[in-house]
């Protein structure tokens, strides 16, 4: 597909957040790790690999701990609300 190597280390990282990866890398797979908490939390479903990940995900992202939850409604509600606008 022609992908950027970063795109393509994050693709194969996106399960195990190596926190040896390349600094283009490691971004990227934060993000999905985030996108994929996300997705678990709104389908009120356990995400098995988020308490490896979250402590080295906050970090990438500069996300704490006590802001995590309110980012996420925040991000759940826009959403949300974007879904029920389209339909």
């Known amino acids: 597909w022609n992908l950027p190597d970063f795109i393509c280390e994050a693709i194969r990282y996106h399960h195990e957040y190596d926190p040896d990866i390349p600094y283009t890398t490691k971004s990227m797979v934060a993000i999905l790790q985030l996108s994929t908490q996300i997705y678990f939390r709104d389908r009120r479903i356990n995400n098995p690999e988020w308490p490896l990940a979250e ?13 995590l939850p309110e980012l996420i ?3 759940l509600d826009q959403y949300h609300g974007q879904v029920e606008r389209a339909a």
């Not at 402590?55 to 802001?67: A, D, W």
């Open 73 to 75: 409604d925040i991000l």
């Open 55 to 67: 402590p080295e995900v906050l970090e990438e992202l500069g996300i704490s701990q006590e802001g």
